[in-house]
């Protein structure tokens, strides 16, 4: 059978939009994506070439003119509003394109927070009490009231990847007037409506799930390790952790793969995993972040649909600790693609 020539479909990094500073570390993290994707696919022996886009109408103007019959799905992020980028699998199914990764309801689900905490509902997942402040919101008069449950909060833009909207300034361990000042923060740099969540104090795991066989297929369980932390620095993995190094000296990434728990414990937290990729209607692979308090109790944060794959990223360590080579990653995705109806 010969391979499929594969179109690798990625957002262009962009500096600046519309005026105003995006989070330029993130935003050109793709390309690093799409160099380890390019990498495989050349190992692999198949034809393709790559197409960064910057709006909405780019990427239908692409996929009119591709030939290719598969389309690698890297778009993240596109400027149209927080959640268009949900759009390309819809396109890439009205050019008559086969697609790796998430199809729209995955992404739908998932890049908005509040759909999230719905699907999570209906399914009974559990996750941490939680309050929406809407975009238009007026801070100043109409707001100033806390959740109606206690602190701690942490507060993060309801539409953002990549712990974007999260710094040390997000933790609130008591009632504080500046949590209005983040909350204005958030909606005026990332216009989307903000989310006052429970903090959940105690340990933190990430599941990355696969879906091999057209089953979901949870990898080992990641933990990050706060004991790496500085003194005082909130337990949580903000944007510069994330993208800037050095911000924990000597430390590139905070996570321990697999984590050190118990069969038990290991077995609950993948099932719950696989629960919420199943609520969000995910498929082909994303990440399920969940807290673990004292008492044991999970609590899911959220679930990323098409996660960083990059080198350095959570999946490619799952997929490393449980003996998958990138190459076979990159290889199911593409069979997962052209076997979708």
């Known amino acids: 059978m010969n391979k499929p020539e594969i179109l690798i479909l990625y957002n262009k990094p962009l500096p600046h939009i519309f005026g105003r500073r995006q989070s330029v570390e993130s935003d050109a993290g793709v390309l690093q994506e799409v160099e380890a994707v390019a990498k495989a696919l050349e190992r692999l022996g198949y034809r393709f070439r790559t197409n960064g886009v910057t709006r909405l109408s780019s990427v239908k103007s692409v996929l009119r003119k591709a030939k290719e019959q598969v389309i690698f799905n890297l778009v993240e992020y596109l400027p149209d509003s927080p959640t268009s980028y949900a759009n390309v699998p819809l396109l890439c199914k009205v050019h008559r394109k086969k697609f790796t990764g998430n199809n729209f309801d995955g ?13 999570f509902k209906r399914a009974n997942i559990p996750f941490p009490k939680y309050k929406i402040i809407p975009l238009k919101t007026n801070c100043e008069v109409k707001n100033k009231s806390y959740p109606s449950f206690e602190p701690p909060y942490i507060v993060k833009p309801s539409c953002a990847n990549g712990s974007e909207g999260i710094s040390v300034s997000s933790i609130f361990f008591r009632k504080d007037e500046r949590l209005f000042n983040v909350i204005r923060e958030i909606h005026r740099k990332h216009k989307c409506d903000a989310l006052i969540e429970k903090f959940i104090e105690g340990r933190e795991f990430n599941v990355s799930i696969i879906c091999k066989n057209k089953k979901p297929l949870a990898l080992p369980i990641s933990e990050i390790d706060f004991s790496l932390f500085p003194p005082n620095r909130p337990h949580i993995v903000d944007y510069d952790i994330k993208w800037k190094p050095g ?18 414990t290991a077995k609950r937290i993948c099932r719950t995993a696989i629960d919420a990729w199943r609520a969000c209607k995910c498929c082909d692979y994303a990440r399920v972040d969940m807290r673990m308090d004292e008492d044991g109790n999970l609590y899911v944060l959220e679930v990323n649909a098409n996660p960083d794959i990059s080198p350095k990223a959570g999946l490619p360590a799952a997929l490393n600790a449980a003996g998958i080579h990138f190459d076979d990653f990159v290889e199911l995705l593409i069979s997962n693609a052209l076997a979708r109806c």
Request: net charge positive.
């Open 107 to 119: 992404f739908i689900n998932t890049s908005d927070k509040s759909l999230s905490k719905d699907a």
């Open 247 to 264: 911000t924990i000296p000597g430390v590139v990434s905070p996570r321990k793969v697999p984590a050190d728990v118990d069969k038990k």
